[in-house]
Every structure is written in structure tokens, then in C-alpha cells.
């Protein structure tokens, strides 16, 4: 114990040494000496919050914008693994920016078709039964690029806006009946405590179901950009139907057609029409490695590795394609699969250095398929904008460099 | 909080509302009338909860001049943000030009948007009878409202969007 506290004091007292261990340590590592087979000194001392290695570089993509307030970064779906995305990494799309809030004065109103309106301060809603599920949440505009044939470059800017974590909170049946249905009610409206007041409708039987008011994200309080203190999860449904920063929820007899479900989030159809409150995401998929962007560094052994989600339950099956689509090879699932969940898969594969495209393609719980392109398009038009989950192709060149293949 | 008293709330909300099978947990407080109507800024599509006052268009157009104008462009064309004017032919064209004229299917919309989100970097600033005047205003370009006509509570819900009907029930 002793030897300890001396070792420490001295690491503390040699600072400047200390620090010009670090430098040579993180230095480019061309004229390095060749390395001890143990470290010389002691490492860095305990710390009271960790931050990853300094060699990894992982980042959200962001886009210029004339208001990137109102704007999204995509997460770098290649640089995670397994099904959780690091909560730093999460993607973002926001509408009127991060708000600041302080928990200890926020609070959530239920009111409405209700007995009693009832106020929640966050240290209410944890007092509350809680649960703790893996979901995914997605844009309805992720892969909007997908719509084209040429598709996405990279896998980030292809798929990026979806991520998928550990959510904890309360069951909102819990919170609407602390202030008592009314028969009438049939729909709930969620609002944001940011500074356009988000709003989405939705239904109560959605709300009662599967609604979860989250505090937590992947074992830790929600990050600010995910909607600190609170937000509302809605297993399967688009995105936007997440509110943050969630402040009011009304009960309400039919939705309120609000700016983000008549103008935005709709689907148009060839003939002018357009499908309204298309909440849940179809089952899609995507290969994350290698996409887009990588470099194949010459033949031989490469686990393929992608992921596979639905907003309509589990993922029963994810496929994989080497030869352009000609043939398909079931992947390994990674236990276990969660529901409306990101869903590893992998396949070993050897790559004989010759020219080729690899797809996956997903089948839900449901018995649904993901879609081709074409098969896409037959059903939803050309101008739907939102909800694209098409088969996403990577070509693989003779040098082993990975682009998007155009379908 | 005792298991008894839980219990014994669950029972009551049981005999109470016999068709609900609730159990409550008596945590949380009442909501006090004013802080619900404080935050209730919510507008359906039949208007009822629109606030007292009013605008006209030409009311609207100085509001739309001096807060609007930089993003939305001259007279909602040509902005760098969401385009307000359109007709609904424009949604068949590629690609579809999505406008409140040419696809938004409630008046009461625009003016619930705009009060609680716009403008952009200064959402909540304008009064209801700025409100009402610039929504009247963007109405008027998409030749909805006349110049003059009086835009209230009573008037926004009667005006009939061009696309009111182009919604359908999600069919997947």
C-alpha cells in the first residue's frame, strides 16, 4: 500500500515527464524504438469518467447546414460493433436544437381525456416500475438516398440513421393510468421541450402497448442529443414519433395533424395521394462490413458482418449474397435476437480477389421480405421520399476497393 | 409506499371504472388548471382550441416581410427553406413539390406550426394576431384567403385546403 501511495505521489510529481512519456507514446510511430517487451513505467491513474482509446477516431457524419439546428449527423455504422450504438455516436436529427434542461425542475404533463391531469418530475417517473429494452430507433429518411439507383457511398451516409441501444424507463401505461383513461380517448399527442415544441400524434393502444418513457440509454442517463432527461420510445415506429426532451403527453379523441405527420413523415404516392402515420419501419438490412468506402487489403479470409432490424418484431433470418444476387447463403443470427432490435449477423466468407458484389437481405417474424429496388418501387412510387429499405449492394473491386453498386 | 394502501388504490380504481383494470401508484401530483392551459398549445384540425385574436393578409404581409422573408423568399417562393406555395398538380410532377398550398390538408395546421416553431431562430415570439396575419398571408399566395378577409378562430378552421382529401390511412 505503502510503495503505492509513493509511486503515485511521484507520477503526480513529475509531471512534465509524465507528459512526455504520453507524446512519445502517441507519436506516429516511424522512428519508434523498438518495443520493450514490458512497459518501463506505469500507466495513467483511475479516473472518474473513461474516454476511448486516443487512436479511435469513430465520429458522427455531419453535413453543412445553413441551420444545423435543424439538421441529423449519422452514426458510423461500420465503426460499431455487435448491436449497440455507443450513445456518443447515436445519430441525431433534431429540429430546433439540443435544448438545456435542468431535471430537477423538468417535468412531464399528462393531461386531456383523462380523470386526473397529473405532473411527473423526473424523480417520480424513476420511482415508478421500470423495464429495460434493446430497440432500434430510425429516421423514416434514413436511406432516403437508396432511392436512387446509384445509392449511397458509404454505409454511414447509406444507413446512418438508425442506431440502436439499451433503453430504461417506465412503462407510459403506467403514467396514463396514474392519471385514468377515459373511454374517448383514442390517440395521445407527445411534445418536446425544444424549442419548436416537437410534436408527434399517436395511437393509445401504441402508447399502452409498447410506450416507454426512457431515463436510460445503454446503462447511463440519456444523452442530451437523445433527449435528456426523457424521452418517449415507441418500439418499431418511425424516429420522429420518439419525442425528446419529453415534456406533455394529451390524451385526445383523434390525431392532430400536426406540421411532422402531414407535411413531413407522409408518404406520396404516383397518383397524388399520400399514405399518412406510416409509423412502423419495415424489416431492412445492411452489410457494414465490408461497405462502402473500406479497402479489402488483398484475398483471403473476411467475416462479412451486417445488421438487420423490423419494426414489426424479431428478426427471423438475415441472407447474404457474394455473387451479385445469383446466390444467397443464410448468416449466423447473434444471440439473443431482441424484438425491434438491431440483429448482428455474420458469415464467414473468402474473398478470391476477383471482382463481385455482396447484398443481405432480411425476413421479419412477420414473414416479410425485404425488398429489390424495383420490387420497392412497384409498390410505393418513385415519390415517397421516406421509408426506403431496399436491398443495399456493395461492389467489390479488383484492387479491394468497396463502393455502393448500383441497382 | 405501503403494499396495503397500493392495494387498496387499486381496488378503488377497480370499482370506479369497472371496465379498466388499472392500478395506480399515487406517485406523481395533480396538474393545477393553469399550468395545463400554460403549455396546452395543442390545435386539432376542427380548431377548437385556437386562441382569441386575428389578422388579415396584408396585415400578414408585413410580418411575412420583416421575420419570414430571409428563409421562405420573396412571397414563399424561392427560400432556401421549405417552399409555402404550391398548387396540388405539383405533387404529380418529379420532382413533387410539396408546399402548403399544394399538400398540407389543415389551415389550423399552419397556424399551430407557425406559432409554436416559427420563426426559425425565434419560435414563440409573435403574438396570436401575428399569427393569424402572416398565416393568413401565406394562405393568400396560395389563393385560399382574399386579401381582406378577417382570419379568427371562428374563420381559419372554414378554410378548405386544396389537398384536404389526399390522405389515406397508412396501407401497408
Partial sequence: MKSRDATRRSFLGTGALAGAAWTACSAPEAEAPAEPDQPSSLGTPVSRYGQRSPHEKAARGVRESQTPEAASSRTPLDQTYGIITPSALHFERHHAGVPEIDPATHKLLVHGLVDRPMAFSVDDIKRLPSVSRVHFVECSGNSGGEWSPAGAPTVALSHGLASCSEWTGVPLRILLEEAGIQPEAKWILAEGADACLMQRSATLEKALEEGIVAYGQNGEAIRPEQGYPMRLILPGWEGNTNVKWLRRIKLTAGPQYVKDETSKYTELMEDGTAWIFTFEMDAKSVITAPSGGHMVDGPGFLEISGLAWSGRGKIRQAEVSTDAGQTWTEAELQTPVYSKAFTRFRLPWAWDGSETVLLSRCRDETGYLQPGRAELIEQRGRKSAYHCNRIKGWHIAADGSVTSAEV | ?172
Fill in chain 2, 1 to 172: 409506499m405501503q403494499k396495503s394502501s397500493l392495494l387498496s388504490i387499486a381496488t378503488l380504481v377497480a370499482c370506479a371504472a369497472p371496465t379498466l383494470v388499472a392500478q395506480t401508484y399515487g406517485v406523481g401530483r395533480p396538474a393545477t388548471a393553469d399550468e395545463v392551459a400554460a403549455w396546452d398549445v395543442t390545435i386539432g384540425p376542427e380548431g377548437r382550441e385556437l386562441p382569441a385574436g386575428s389578422g388579415t393578409a396584408k396585415d400578414g404581409a408585413q410580418v411575412y416581410e420583416v421575420r419570414c422573408k430571409e428563409c421562405h423568399g420573396d412571397q414563399g417562393v424561392g427560400g432556401d427553406h421549405a417552399g409555402l406555395v404550391g398548387k396540388p398538380e405539383q405533387l404529380k410532377q418529379t420532382p413533387p413539390l410539396k408546399t402548403v398550398g399544394s399538400y398540407w390538408p389543415y389551415a389550423t395546421t399552419l397556424f399551430d406550426y407557425t406559432r409554436r416553431a416559427m420563426p426559425f431562430e425565434e419560435p414563440g415570439s409573435l403574438s396570436a394576431d401575428q399569427v393569424y396575419a402572416v398565416t393568413a398571408y401565406i394562405l393568400h399566395l396560395n389563393g385560399l384567403v382574399a386579401e381582406d378577409d378577417v382570419l379568427d378562430r371562428e374563420s381559419l378552421p372554414q378554410v378548405v385546403m386544396p389537398n384536404r382529401d389526399g390522405f389515406v390511412r397508412d396501407p401497408r
